[in-house]
């Protein structure tokens, strides 16, 4: 069974800070996503990251992933106040496009 | 991207009713999925539906609480069957943009059972 774990699940960080949330998963996927969620709103796509050594950028944040170490990486570079969500990464299952979320990491920002 | 409508966006239902949620695409897609998402949790797949089949369900779900329609490529329905409070969740609708590898989701249905 996919297990998908986040680390940390909460985070409470200063703008200007740069910070690492991380996504492990126990069984061998090539396909991984980062997913933002607004309180109350839906999920939003960041990134989606489909090969070993997939690295993908978009403003402050960067996403990584290693399936060899079945690990991904969402790095934000000098913090806002603007990028405080709910982040969650998911794993695709067997390739079927059925996804297994994380926990999710709350992130808040704080100036 | 593309455009992903769901109805309601909320509602409030009592226990032991029955309450269908709609999800509108704004172009043709093979494959869309249903999840729940639990307050204050992360989000489970119920079930993938797909045109002309039965939809497939996950571990834990079964047809006759959650049954699905896909009457064409571009719409789907769930229907949550004698709702108790522990079915109070957001469900979304998905789909998959075979181009870019990428899921979408729709923008939710908020449902609080009494």
């Given amino acids: 069974e996919l297990k998908v774990e986040q680390n940390p699940l909460f985070l409470s960080m200063q703008e200007g800070k740069n910070y690492t949330i991380y996504c492990n998963y126990s069984t061998t996927s090539d396909r991984l ?62 390739g079927a496009q059925k996804l297994v979320f994380g926990q999710g990491t709350r992130l808040t920002i704080n100036p | 991207s593309a455009v992903i409508s769901q109805k309601p966006s909320r509602d409030i239902c009592q226990r032991g009713t029955s309450l269908t949620i709609q999800c509108q695409v704004d172009s043709q897609v093979t494959m869309m999925f249903w999840y729940r998402q639990q307050p204050g949790q992360s989000l489970t797949l119920i079930a993938t539906a797909n045109q002309g089949s039965e939809a497939t369900y996950e571990s834990g779900f079964v047809i006759d609480k959650f049954p699905i329609s896909r009457p064409n490529l571009t719409f789907s329905t769930l229907t949550v069957s ?33």
């Fill in chain 2, 82 to 114: 004698n709702m108790s409070p522990e079915d109070s969740s957001i469900y979304l609708c998905s789909i998959l943009l075979a181009n870019t590898g990428e899921l979408f989701f729709g923008e939710g249905s908020r449902l609080t059972v009494l």
């Fill in chain 1, 33 to 94: 996503y980062w997913y933002r969620q607004d309180p109350g709103k839906s999920l939003e796509s960041l990134f989606v990251l489909l090969s070993n050594g997939a690295v993908k950028q978009e403003g402050r944040l960067m996403a990584s992933l290693d399936t060899k170490a079945r690990l991904s990486t969402l790095h934000i570079t000098a913090a806002v106040h603007d990028l405080s969500a709910t982040y969650f990464c998911a794993v695709d299952r067997q």
